[in-house]
């Protein structure tokens, strides 16, 4: 009998769309609504518009590789298969920083909203505050449950239901029912195309873990046909909120002049509600952070330790667990550690930073689909143009151009991220010509037939 131990096929689509609806958090367009409304000079809704656009034919491209590789892995996986082994490793590398630096991100937005509401304490208190009680949660190995992601994810629904119904309340009753239709939150005051791009490149943030769910190929049931319909699900429905929420508070607060645009939403929420409201939408938001960072922190190092175990980083450091609690402490003491950087950034650059890896990966697996369909076309296999060729090419420039409107610092830093990215794998792969070592995380489905029918 074979000592083997595989994962469990049980995962259905709801299930899917509810774990990467729930990772999205999708409180977190109130959480920035202030950033982009800011950029935009009003015209937050066509910021989410555009970047909905941008994720629909990414999605497409990422739901194409789902179906072709039904693996977890994810970006690195499909750049690896397609085309080259060290390009997959620089975009797995690009996509670490979306697992080592989303935990800051979201410490940073909790921390943000709590100074506004308690302004005599220091934001480093509340940023160390939440560091150090989410880290040692995740060390003594909390998990949290299912369910209670559901309740936790249906309370922030609910909050953001509250907050539209009191927005589009509070039109009606100064501007009547036509001031419930309106183009400003599209045009916003004097706006540019300029303008709405660098949005859309920040607000392209409330979508990343999207595409999370290719993480669970190998759990979920028919991944062939069901991964990729839960991707387009997860950005639709994810993006229709988005587009939704940012209309209703934009007609609530026209333009993007704000007092503190970190912590626009809650001041718009004591306005439409009270200060009951905001009490219950800072409640809301700080949770919401606070199981987001939890989450984000242990998969991040989860994928530390899985990278250091195979020798792709340091093994005596990251490759190791805690003997009494068997998890990854010294990779959760390292994202900690970085954690700290938030102390000395605000939200507008520190969610760009995450973007630029999450952009370049996104680039990437659209060229992966292209290349995919290039090498079955001289094989003799016929794939749909327009899902295979056109849409990824579209999300190529599209992506491309949401790329170019990151904030400058974001760019020179994550430029930075890649060099040494570069460095590491010119070591490891004697100056590149070795493949580097493959992550444990993506192992061979063996269950799954070669010929099995693609998507």
Known sequence: MSDTVTLN???????????GLAYLTPLIVLGIFGVIASQTNGASASAYLLALGAMLFTANSYGRMAAAYPVAGSAYTYVRKTIDGRI????????????????????????????????????AVWIIGFIILTTVLNVVGIKVADRV???????????IVFFVALSLADVFASDGGAGLISAAPFTGIDSTLVAIGGGAAVAAYSFLGFDAVTTFTEETIDPRRTVPKAIMLIALIGGGIFVIVAYAVQLVHPGGVFENSDAAAFEIAKSIGGHLFGAIFLAALVIAQFTSGIAAQA???????AMGRDGVLPRSFFGKLSPRFHTPVLSLLAIAVIGLIAIFMNVATSTSFINFGAFLAFIMVNVSVIVYWARERRGGRSLNVWLYLVCPIIGVLVIGFLLTQLDVHAITLGAIWLVVGAVILAVTTKGFRTQPSELAVDSVDSDLPEAAQQV
Request: proline share 6%.
């Open 88 to 123: 997959g490793f620089l975009v797995g590398w690009a996509t670490m920083l979306d697992y080592l630096f989303l935990p800051m991100v979201i410490w940073l937005i909790g921390g943000s909203y709590l100074q506004a509401q308690f302004p005599g304490v220091p934001m």
């Open 9 to 19: 096929r049980t995962l259905k689509l709801p299930s899917l769309v509810i774990f």
């Open 149 to 159: 992601n559901l309740i936790l994810m249906s309370f922030q629904i609910l909050v």
């Open 299 to 305: 998969a991040g190092s989860r994928l530390l330790y």
